[in-house]
Nanobody, 126 residues
Framework: QVQLVESGGGLVQAGGSLRLSCAAS????????MAWFRQAPGKEREFVASISGAGGVTLYADSVRGRFSISRDNAKNTVYLQMNSLKPEDTAVYYCAVDSRRGSAYLQRVRDVGSWGQGTQVTVSS
């Protein structure tokens, strides 16, 4: 079982930046796609960004493309989400996730998630 631990959330003003980190343990990290999802109050959990095991393939939700950047350091078993030009509508709990399927290029669907992190709160004030 993979353990995922997120960090880096917080309170930021609109237009600001935050960098989220997710440290993984318990599996061959580089063999699995990783992703970030988020869930705002009263809403379903939604896809934000995904990265392949080797880091060569990335995918973004339309709402964050051009503002957010996902990356990974397989030597450190860590995936990152750099969030720039934050908007109040980005306010949510952000979750790190690992794919249940070895070797997939991207992770986009909740049903394909093998493990979740505990989540980290991101609040963007207007």
């Amino acid at each position: 079982q993979v353990q995922l631990v997120e960090s880096g959330g917080g309170l930021v003003q609109a237009g600001g930046s935050l960098r989220l980190s997710c440290a993984a343990s318990g599996r061959t990290f580089s063999s699995y796609a990783m992703a970030w999802f988020r869930q705002a109050p009263g809403k379903e959990r939604e896809f934000v960004a995904s990265i392949s095991g080797a880091g060569g393939v990335t995918l973004y939700a339309d709402s964050v493309r051009g503002r957010f950047s996902i990356s990974r350091d397989n030597a450190k078993n860590t995936v990152y989400l750099q969030m720039n030009s934050l908007k109040p509508e980005d306010t949510a709990v952000y979750y790190c996730a690992v794919d249940s399927r070895r070797g997939s290029a991207y992770l986009q669907r909740v049903r394909d998630v093998g493990s979740w992190g505990q989540g980290t709160q991101v609040t963007v004030s207007s």
